[in-house]
Every structure is written in C-alpha cells, then in structure tokens.
C-alpha cells in the first residue's frame, strides 16, 4: 500500500473505487473497503478528517485520530494506495470555491455548513482519483442523497455506491462516536435503532417512529430519498453525544 | 460539425480544447475558437445562454440569439462539435447544487448570483466536455479570475487559457451588448476603454480612472489579478447598457 500525503502523487487510473473516510476505520469501513475491492482493480482510500465538515469545533477536536492503525486496516482489506494529506494541501489558506447543495433535509438544518463541507471535499476527491465508483455508507443517509444529488446535477462521471449500514451485535450502527458513549448511554442509544425498526411498518412511519423515540428528544425523523430506496432517519442526542440512523422503507440498498 | 442537443450525445475524448459562450459569436470569440483549433485535436465549443447567471431577467430576454448565424461561424472556424442544449438539459427541474464561489470582487458585488451561475455551469461544461483547456476572453476579467480559482479549489483537471480582448477600430472592447447602443451612446461609451487605457500608467490607476471616468458614473474601478496578470477593471451604464472593460497593468495575457 503506498501512503500519499500530495495531491501531486496521485496518479488518476481507469478503474478506480474510491473509499473516502475521516479514519477511526471500523466494520462499516471495512465493508466499504471490501466491495471497493472486488468491483475495482485499483482501490484508493482517503483519510481526511475535513474540518470544512464540522459545524461543531468541539467535535472536531474530539474527533480520533489514529493513523497507524487505520493504515493497517486499509491495507488488511487490499487498497492500494492511501490519500493522507494534511488540511492545507486540500484547503490553502486563500481557498474560496464551495459546492452548496440546496437540498439537504432536516439533518441540513440540524447542522449548518455540514453539507457544503462534504460536498465540496468530496467533489474535490472525486477530480484528484478520478474514480469510477465511489463508495459511502447507509447510515450516513442525507449525505448519500447529497452526493448522488451532486454527481447528476454537476455531471460528475462517477458512480455513488451505498452498502447496507453495518450494526454491533445490539444493533447499534457502527459509528467512530460510539466510542464516546458511558455504559448507560448506550444502552439508552439503543433505543434509536429499535425505535426505526418498529416504527418503519406503520401507516405513518415518522409520526411513529417520534412517539417512540419521544424520550431520546430526536433533532427530527424524517424520510430521506435515496433514488433506489426510501430510508426513515433519525438524530438524537445521547449525553454529549450526537447519533443519527436510520432504517429501510422501501427499495434496496447493496 | 456535429451539433449536439443531449449529454447523452457527447464522447469526452483526449486532447479537447472548449469554448464556453452564449452565442451572439463576434471576432473576440473568433479569437478564442482560433486559439482552441491550433492548440487542440478536438474543439468543442458550446452555445447555451445561460439563465442561471443573469441577475437581470430583461437582460436574459434581450439577450441575442441566432443559432444559424453562430452555427456558420463555429463550422468556419474549425469547431468540431457544438453543444448547443436546451436549458432544462443542463438545469433539470429539480437540480439543487451550486458552485459559490466567495471572491468575486466588485463585480460580484454588482451582480448577485452571476458568478455562482458561471462557476456551476462552467464546472458542468469541464465534467461533460473534460477538455484539457478551455477558452476565454480577457475581457470578463473578474470571470476569468473566479474560474481560475475555481479549477485550482476543486482541483479540476483543464487549463484555463485567457486569451487578450479584441477591439473594434474605435477601440470599443467587443461585445454582444454593443449592438443595444445607440449611435450617441456608443460615442459616450468610448469614454470606458478611453479611460481606462490612460489610467494605466497613473501611480494610483484606481483613483486616476475613477476620476476620468466621473461623467460616465463607473459601478466601480478596481484592479483584478488574473494570476498571470493584473488589470484595471471598470464597469459603467450607457443608457440602458452595462458594458465592462479592462486593460493590462502588470504580467502578460496571450
């Protein structure tokens, strides 16, 4: 695996999957990094905790970071070359061109700035390796319909592939924030998977899904578009800690 | 020459030169489509009025259109193919991602919305086209500027080549506005270039054009840097018409 900190070392390759991350690589990584590398002949993963993201900057400085082990997970899981660049290789200090999504649903307005950040790094990944296909995950719902919105309006030629959202054995999805959850918060965090689960076959899945998430105060339920599938979502938080998710309605996700 | 309406239609193929306009070709676009034809294999140009970058509707409807005259020009001058689409070809109706970008100087200013409509369409026209250089005139100087720092942002692959403004006898800077002038207006009018060309020299060319420019009621002066190159810019209303115009204080444009 060859470990590349600048833009001028990326060499752009036909058949290329591309698995952006912000690192703290864990399960739902993992398969990310899989599918990456049985539908592509070269796989590059990004590690880039991108602080354009954040409209927090204490979740920013909480953020884990540790590279080496992540570096090891990439290269147990076959890709060959890892983007690690610093903040201002992506960001020079006179940068002033951001992609801005319109459409970004409720977790948008939980989370001002959010979606401009993803959209514009990502774009930014998508021009430096060129994929041909680019791999996200379920759970991080509105930013798979963001970035699928993004690549048909701003004809990007890549393909925006979402795998399943990967669960512990409890069913809670698999989240670099999980790590900051007490005991008795994750047992009260369960309480968002199931409440999704029972929720997503009734007539009226978000009003249902609100009554039973009503004593985790959820920043909203709602339903996000994913193209192929309908997806009910949900934001709570937990102690300090802020956990969305979110559960198939209708179509596939693979 | 193949015209082409639809995405679908267009084969990105190595070694493309674009020209990016809206139609009403006059010689500084001739300029534009010469320079892509000897420094490229393949010259697409485009001719779509762009309604996402007009801040004044009455100035979208007013704008000329004659695709058959346009056409005839482009095939002259060696275009291999013009993309010519309708509008809901490149804004479908739900389309809902934007290109902002942040410093767009005192034309921006003037122009709410302008350059967010360029930088989104001229991104879209580099991911359709994927042309390793794209044209455009000195004369748009503040857009030339954005679109530089755009493809140097969001890491683009194209070479943005600005090519030097073409003038009419009288020393008017071309432009598919002028033909709005009256016979009058285009005397007053010729105090813009007039100005701005005498101010050059000037220690303080910002203030000495402001000044020289007084009966005309200049939007604003201001100096644009072009990264090769800086210009003293200035725009001004003649009647009903906008006309902008710059000339080279430092660097070098060809």
Redesign the interface.
């Given at each position: 695996m060859r470990v590349v900190r600048h833009?001028s070392e990326l060499r752009?390759t036909p058949s290329t999957g591309l698995v952006p991350t912000m690192g703290a690589l864990h399960d739902g990584h993992r398969a990310l990094l899989r599918a990456a590398r049985a539908e592509n002949e070269l796989v590059v993963a990004s590690l880039f905790v991108n602080p354009a993201q954040f409209d927090e900057r204490s979740d920013l400085a909480a953020y884990p970071r540790d590279e080496e082990r992540d570096a090891a997970i990439a290269e147990a899981e076959g890709v060959d070359v890892l983007f690690a660049p610093e903040a201002d290789e992506l960001y020079p200090p006179?940068?002033?061109?951001?992609?801005?999504?319109?459409?970004t649903g409720l977790e948008g307005e939980a989370r001002p700035g959010h979606f401009r950040g993803v959209?514009?790094v990502c774009?930014?990944l998508f021009?430096?390796v060129?994929p041909e296909r680019a791999y996200f995950g379920q759970k991080d719902a509105q930013q798979a319909a963001v970035l699928r919105?993004?690549v048909r309006?701003?004809?990007?030629?890549v393909e925006i592939r979402v795998l399943p959202t990967v669960r512990d054995d409890d069913g809670l999805a698999l989240s670099s924030r999980n790590a900051r959850l007490s005991a008795d918060e994750r047992s009260r965090a369960l309480g968002l998977p199931r409440a999704l689960h029972d929720a997503s076959g009734a007539d009226d899945p978000v009003a249902e899904a609100r009554a039973l998430l009503d004593l985790l105060h959820p920043d909203y339920v709602e339903v996000v578009d994913l193209g192929e599938a309908l997806v009910l979502a949900a934001a709570v938080r937990v102690g300090e800690t802020r956990l969305i998710d979110n559960v198939l309605l209708e179509g596939v996700i693979a």
């Open positions: 833009i752009p006179d940068f002033a061109t951001w992609v801005e999504p319109e459409l959209a514009t774009l930014k021009n430096l060129r919105r993004l309006d701003l004809n990007v030629p």
